[in-house]
């Protein structure tokens, strides 16, 4: 039987955090005792004179290495089990989930049908059944999940509220987001599906086995976190362990063993640690993520962007639109009260950036504070989430950047600014005052009925959240 290779990396990366953690306890004890106690304090072995004041200074700053790598490590642990950044599967997910575990019970009654039928031949009768029902149900799920697709556009625009109700969003081609065939919902921005996990993921990283689990938007700037201090900890404990390794070797004594190990933790750790440090550092300036960077130099960004009043043909360019209906189907007695203040609508024209640009570049400084916080002692300690985690912005999940202004003045959407353009997101916003009265209140209006709609989807996203706990999980079905 092969092996899994997504169940591999889930089960080593349950396995790593525990020798990670052996290692560190083991280098505490060689350095603790071994050189500050016995080499440092203690050195009658070696005939020297007892250097106390560097044995408290290399106990000191190790410790307080260890603590900020330590306290980095367990919030990114705590974040995985607590916030991992999941996007919650589609209601399709859970009615297939549900045929699955029912077929699962025809599967066991048809397998004992066909047990008694097979004794019935061996002993010269004849079945009293055939099979009545067809194919056990079980295989349902594995087969519609494979051929799944985007709904049709005539199915409506169930799902899409959180979208069109903002003012930029992600799209394809069409005008609507991406949609995800295993967990059977659409994609946020800039989410992508993770298949060790089998699920979408906010702003999706890498899954890191290091860390035990997936590094998204929610545990990246601690992820940063603890590449960098366990970078400054493992130079710390090389350097110091160099010299000492190399008293030893001069004063002709026999090398220590539990030293070359730890020179050698500390040396291999360090230039994997330095290499992390540098590519999480670099995707913070930039505002990208490891999936994204695979195709940074050649992607192409398609935003679907809201046009509160049609665009003056005089300047705009062809581009595609497309149009969403606000107001649901169903919801007839709410439209006869609100028809008169809410628009029916809201048309989106379809955007394309330029291969390689990225909209969401705020510049150097800002995509560092939008990923490590505002302030100095946040980027040095894990107190606090991203500022990107924030998705509850009127106009788009995410910040966006000068890039998207050039891609609205390409399609005559906006009036070109020959002066130097801001990469301060406050001073992007400042720029807009040529909407009217009457949009400013549109946009009200609609902030309301998405707070509204934010709430309704938690309620019904904690009742679908219980109803998955409680199902059991069937066996052979890939979620």
Known sequence: MALDHKAANRWVARFIPILLAGILGYVTWVITALVCADYLLNPSPYVRKPRTGAAVTILVLYFVFLLLLGSAYI??????????????????????????????????????????????????????????????????????????????????????????????????????????????????????????????????????????????????????????????????????????VAELKQAGNHLNVHWILTLSFAALFGLFSIGMTGSSVQFALLNTTTVENLSRKVKVWTLAVYLPQPPDPAIARGFQSVTYATVPATASNELSISSTLSPPSRTFAILHSKQGENPFDLGPLENFKSVMGNYWYDWLLPLRYSPCCNHDRGDSAFTLGPVFEQMKQRAGLAVANHSRTPTDPRSLSRQNTAESESDRESRRRHRRRRRRRRRERRGKEMDRRDEESSLPEPNGVVG
């Open 75 to 244: 919030r990114i642990l705590v974040t995985i089990f607590t916030n991992p950044g999941f996007v919650p599967r589609g209601s399709q997910w859970l009615t297939q989930r549900e045929t699955a575990t029912q077929g699962k019970g025809s599967k066991r009654h048809k397998e004992r049908r066909d047990s008694n039928s097979s004794e019935e031949k061996a002993n010269g009768s004849r079945p009293t059944s055939e099979r009545q029902n067809g194919d056990p149900v079980g295989f349902s799920y594995l087969n519609s999940a494979l051929t799944a697709g985007r709904p049709n556009p005539s199915d409506g625009t169930a799902g899409l509220e959180e979208f069109y109700g903002r003012d930029v969003f992600i799209c394809e081609g069409d005008g609507r987001p991406a949609w995800c065939s295993t967990c059977l919902n659409w994609k946020p921005d800039r989410a992508h599906h993770c298949r060790e996990v089998g699920r979408c993921v906010r702003k999706m990283d890498h899954f890191c086995p290091w860390v035990g689990g997936i590094v998204s938007e929610t545990n990246f700037k601690f992820f940063t976190q603890f590449v960098a201090w366990t970078a400054v900890f493992c130079v710390f404990v090389l350097i110091f362990m160099a010299v000492f």
